[in-house]
């Protein structure tokens, strides 16, 4: 949301939402600053690009880090020399797809993607076959038929674990389920894991590569940027478990100093890694009291909408289809009447149309006033 106060915490309050005309509500990031640490590390770029510069900083170490996390909260373990640093998830996309594949050749994907990794497949000539998940249940499902057939033809499949937009954990049964097809069709499998902190209560996230015994075919995107709200960075970690695999991307990115990790994002993952435990507790405590105050209260105002609580992630879905608008109609009646911009399911993905997606990290004032004005704009 966009023109709001901000105040030094996520956990807002006594915000006067009366002041403001248009609201932009945003599902990409989120409304909160980053842990004070991380913003120091930023605010003092120079300090640490100093201490690397003088040989007082070891650009490993927090390889180390990262490993202890994994084993002590998901019991993954992560055998350092499997990590890579990336700068971006594009340079990554782009040198896994164009060195694992060639033309013309066929990647799987669960949709919906992202604007970058869909345009990273189809600007390196290759197909995209995009595979949804089911939307029949009380919870979206993999399609393992789709996904048997297309596979067979494939060299990448890619995956997101917990998959975006829907917020799905799969089980450990699935993700075997998922290894077991790219294993009998000789498929790589990118796992790009993200926001796997904000699970609701009671969800276990379970990484696909602990799930598949660090198969050599597996390769899995980290990066804490969306979690801790840096969205203008992209940088992360590829943990790789095929060694010449490995190999050729440490000479792709290690040995090109162009490539080679800064003091800042040695820094952030450090943190990240060993020193924010409590700010991410309070945080997904934080979202998941939203999911609970909202459902609540959703009931109060609207009587029988349906509000869909993924497990995890912060966007919820809202389904307005009894309304009988049209997604343009729905549209135009919120920002005319409401005063305010919603991400719209069907933007997202086909099974979503007639839906609104909702950021729930977002302050409860401000959650409060977008429901007032999405309920007066459908009167």
Known sequence: MEATKSKNNYQYSNLDTNDFDLIMHET?????????????????YNLFEKQVSQGYYDKESYKMLMSAYFMKEYEWE??????????????????????????????????????????????SSRNLISIPLIYEGEKPELDFELLEKYS???KVMVISN????????FGEDELKKLGDI??????????????????????????????????SNVITYLSPCKT???????????VINNKKFRDFMKMQLSDNSRFAINAIDVEIFNIFYSRIDIWLRKLREY??????LFDAYLKDIFGTMKFERPESGT???????????????????????????????????????????????????MLKECFTRIRKSLK
């Not at 989120?30 to 004070?36: A, E, R, T």
């Not at 801790?228 to 590829?238: A, E, K, V, Y």
Request: hydrophobic share 40%; with cysteine.
């Open 152 to 154: 067979k033809d494939a």
């Open 228 to 238: 801790l709200n840096l969205m203008d960075s992209t940088m992360g970690n590829l």
């Open 315 to 365: 966007l919820a879905f809202i389904d307005l289809s009894k309304y009988g608008y049209m997604p343009e109609e729905l549209e135009y009646r919120i920002l005319r009447n409401g005063k305010l911009t919603l991400k719209f399911g069907e933007e997202i993905e086909g099974n979503l149309q007639g839906k609104i997606a909702i950021n729930m990290a977002y302050p409860r004032e």
């Open 78 to 123: 992560i055998d350092i020399q499997n990590i890579q640093y990336i700068p971006s998830d594009e340079m990554a996309y782009t040198l896994i797809f164009e060195s694992l594949t060639q033309v013309n050749d066929n990647v799987v994907v669960l949709s919906p993607l992202e604007k970058i990794l869909r345009y990273k497949i189809l600007a």
């Open 182 to 215: 790219a294993r009998k069709n000789n498929l790589w499998i990118l796992s790009i894991e993200e926001g796997y902190e904000l699970t609701r209560d009671g969800i276990k996230y379970i990484p696909l590569s602990k799930a598949l015994n660090n198969s």
């Open 162 to 169: 917990p998959h975006y937009p829907s917020g799905r954990c």
């Open 287 to 292: 979202v998941n009291k939203n999911f609970d």
């Open 28 to 44: 990409e990031k989120m409304y909160f600053l980053s842990p004070k640490p991380v913003m120091f590390v930023i605010q003092n």
